[in-house]
């Protein structure tokens, strides 16, 4: 990956879970994290942003929800790798969001070991968890 293809989308239209996501990607990857309030947002940011190579979208979202936002995207960025974040996920939910088009699937709260987990599967680079 070229440092010019190193931006996280992130779309989350609540504040403290972008903030948590984003201090997460910035401690632990080589990735810089920009953030699209709605599905919206999404869309045009993949759009409009050159070097985005990860999409972290929550499914629940204003004016675009994220599994319509990412059918839109998929369409035409296939190979645009999208993680589905999300709340409210029931049983049975992540093969909704796979059908929409998501790479995988992430439970809100998000445990940070099991989102870099997903992240080295996925062949980005972590930066290792030191006990604190």
Not at 6 to 16: P, R
Not at 67 to 82: G, W, Y
């Amino acid at each position: 990956m070229t440092s010019e293809n190193n931006i996280v989308l992130i779309a989350e239209d609540d504040e403290s879970g972008f903030q948590v996501l984003s201090f997460t990607v910035e401690r632990y990857t080589n990735l810089k994290p920009i953030r699209a309030k709605n599905g919206q947002e999404a869309l045009m940011a993949c759009r409009n942003t050159p070097g985005i190579v990860l999409v972290l979208m929550d499914i629940k979202m204003p004016l675009m929800d994220g599994k319509e936002a990412t059918r839109l995207i998929k369409k035409e960025f296939p190979e645009l790798k999208i993680i589905a974040t999300t709340a409210y996920a029931l049983y049975g939910d992540e093969q909704i969001f796979r059908a929409a088009g998501c790479d995988d699937y992430l439970a809100k709260p998000i445990r940070k070991s099991a989102f870099l987990e997903m992240l080295q599967r996925h062949g980005f680079e972590t930066r290792r968890i030191n006990p604190e």
